[in-house]
Structure formats: C-alpha cells, structure tokens
C-alpha cells in the first residue's frame, strides 16, 4: 500500500487512476470555472466507488486544487445486484404456473371441460383478468431486470421505423376499434432508416400506445409519426386523452410511478412500462420526454440515430 502510494505521487492522474472518463470530468470542471460538486460512478477491479470531484479556489478564486473523494460502494452495488437476480428469479419461477392458470381458466370458461353457470363465468373471467394484470407485472419486471443488469443483449442493424411501426400498431388496431379509438400510422414509407434493435423498438412502441390506449376513450385519436432532426429520427405517439399533471411529468419514468387521480380506483398497470422504455432508448443513444396537458392529451417522443444507409 504504501509502496503504491508512493509511485503515485507526483505522477500524473491518468498513471495511478487509469479513468479517462473520469480525468474528462475533472478537466470539464476546470475549464467551466463553476464551484461544481460533482459524482461520477467508476469501476476499478471488481470494487465500486462514487467519485466526488470538488474544485478548490485560491484567494484569485482561480481553481488551485482539485479533490476527488472515493467512496467504496461494492456493497451497495452487490446487495442491489441480489435485490435483481432475487426479482429476476421469483418473476421467472412466476411465469410458469401463471401459463397454467390462465391455459386452465380460458379452457374451462370455453366449457371445454363441461357446462358452467352464470356465476362461475364471472368469476372465472375475474381470475382471467387477474392473471392476465400478473403476467403483464412478471413480463415487465424480466424485461427490467434483464436491461438493468446488462446481461440484455441488442441486435442492433439498420432497419426501417416505418416497418416497426406497421407491425407494432397491426395488432393493436382491432383494441382501438372495439374502444372507438382512432389510431394512425402516419410514418412514411421513405423515411431514412434507424440504427437499432427492432424487436426492441417494437417493445417500446407498442408499450407507448398501449398506455395512449389506456388513458383514451371513445372518440380520442392516437397518431404515430416520425420526423428528421439532425442524425436523429424522432418518434411520436400523440394522443387526445386524459393527459398528464405538469408535476409528474418527469416521474412518470420511474420504476412502478402511478399518477393517483382521484376518481380512480383501480390501478391500470404495473408502472414499470415507461422505466423500461428509457432503458431501452438510452441503450440506443436516443432519450424519451413527454408533452402534457391534461384533458388535452399527451405526446410522448423519443429519438434514434439515423443510419447512414438507406433501405
Ligand atoms: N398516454 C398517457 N396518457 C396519460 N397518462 C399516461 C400515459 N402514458 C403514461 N401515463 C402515466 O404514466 C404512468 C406510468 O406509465 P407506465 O410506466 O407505462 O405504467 P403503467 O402503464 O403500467 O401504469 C401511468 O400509470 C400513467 O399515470
Ligand atoms: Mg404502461
């Protein structure tokens, strides 16, 4: 240890700490001349540390010193790490009896194993309805726990939004019919492709408009589009619904965030959906926001870099 110490004195940063991220930060600082307090999460070995760079002024309030406190997080880091495989266990050893129970209820209420009643119809379709909110939980906390831990593998490629789009809303027209919803694609056929992975493009879109569908009623329009900015295509899913309250706006994005409203009373979903979206997005190097007003509507956009190619 102290040999170590020794050969790092006097040496310059990047020799002892080989964090070149980290040395980017600490010259950001300097170069910005604000009195910034700033963390960064590095990765040394197999050890965690959040890093607070703090700049220190002369009596010219020039910046004469920077400090830079370690602070070892590996526990915390492998105590959330057992948090996630425990979720990513229960919710894998869910899913399999979940299968069983929904295969058996729908086989008996098509009275594919005798004759049923009124009564044991409805309660029958109440387990159904149940069951089929508990698969959507388990499937959203999978999705989760495999994009949060890094093990979800992407398939990037060059494919076209237009494409994705069309098979993510073919499915969903026939929910928005039986609703009087008006949902429409608008994407263009020629618009340039995206650099990304489409099956998990379609995941993001499709949770997109399944929320508008949530929160729309009959006579509410819901419309896909996709315009140019730069080397990025931004995607839209707009609808007239219920909207969103300024205050959560920002919220909406975290892990299992709900926004109460008064006259209801049963919760719609798992509120993991939107957390997943931003995962997903980042991955790409695109981000996810949203326009609200209630009773006006909500218009929730997101970005993916353009590829090169066309096709
Ligand atoms: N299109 C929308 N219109 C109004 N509120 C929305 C819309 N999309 C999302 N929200 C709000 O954001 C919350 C979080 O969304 P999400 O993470 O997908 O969870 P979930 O759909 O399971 O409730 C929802 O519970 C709802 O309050
Ligand atoms: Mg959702």
């Known amino acids: 240890m102290e040999s170590k110490k020794k050969n790092a004195i006097d040496k310059h940063f990047l020799l002892s700490v080989k964090d070149e991220k980290l040395f980017e930060q600490i010259n950001a600082i300097v170069d910005?001349?604000?009195?910034?307090?700033?963390?960064?999460?590095?990765?040394?070995?197999?050890?965690?540390?959040?890093?607070?760079?703090?700049?220190?002024?002369?009596?010219?309030?020039?910046?004469?010193?920077?400090?830079?406190?370690?602070?070892?997080?590996?526990?915390?880091?492998?105590?959330?790490?057992?948090k996630d495989d425990f979720?990513?266990?229960?919710?894998?050893?869910?899913?399999?009896?979940?299968?069983?129970?929904?295969?058996?209820?729908?086989?008996?209420?098509?009275?594919?194993?005798?004759?049923?009643?009124?009564?044991?119809?409805?309660?029958?379709?109440?387990?159904?309805?149940?069951?089929?909110?508990?698969?959507?939980?388990?499937?959203?906390?999978?999705?989760?726990?495999?994009i949060e831990s890094g093990k979800e593998m992407y398939n990037f490629k060059c494919c076209s939004i237009f494409g994705i789009a069309q098979n993510t809303v073919k499915p969903l027209y026939n929910i928005a019919n039986e609703k009087g919803v008006n949902l429409t694609n608008t994407i263009d056929e020629d618009m340039p492709c995206v650099y990304a992975d489409p099956e998990k493009i379609?995941?993001?879109?499709?949770?997109?408009?399944?929320?508008?569908?949530?929160?729309?009623?009959?006579?509410?329009?819901?419309?896909?589009?996709?315009?140019?900015?730069?080397?990025?295509?931004?995607?839209?899913?707009?609808?007239?619904?219920?909207?969103?309250?300024?205050?959560?706006?920002?919220?909406?994005?975290?892990?299992f965030f709900h926004v109460q409203n008064d006259d209801e009373f049963e919760i719609k979903g798992t509120g993991l959906g939107l957390a997943v979206v931003k995962e997903i997005v980042e991955?790409?190097?695109?981000?996810?926001?949203?326009?609200?007003?209630?009773?006006?509507?909500s218009n929730f956009m997101f970005t993916l870099p353009i590829c090169d190619e066309r096709g």
């Open 32 to 82: 910005s001349k604000f009195n910034i307090n700033k963390v960064e999460q590095v990765k040394y070995g197999d050890k965690y540390y959040d890093v607070t760079i703090t700049p220190i002024k002369n009596y010219k309030s020039e910046i004469s010193d920077i400090l830079l406190v370690f602070h070892n997080i590996t526990e915390f880091k492998e105590l959330d790490q057992a």
């Open 87 to 146: 979720i990513s266990i229960i919710s894998h050893e869910f899913k399999t009896p979940l299968t069983s129970i929904m295969m058996g209820t729908s086989m008996i209420l098509e009275e594919k194993i005798g004759a049923i009643n009124d009564k044991q119809r409805s309660t029958l379709m109440a387990i159904e309805e149940e069951s089929e909110k508990l698969t959507e939980l388990v499937n959203e906390l999978i999705e989760l726990t495999k």
């Open 202 to 255: 379609t995941w993001v879109l499709n949770n997109l408009i399944t929320n508008a569908l949530k929160y729309t009623d009959a006579g509410d329009d819901i419309t896909i589009s996709a315009s140019v900015d730069g080397d990025f295509m931004q995607i839209s899913v707009k609808d007239t619904g219920a909207g969103i309250p300024k205050e959560y706006k920002d919220k909406i994005f975290d892990k």
């Open 283 to 297: 991955a790409h190097g695109g981000k996810v926001w949203c326009e609200s007003d209630i009773d006006v509507g």
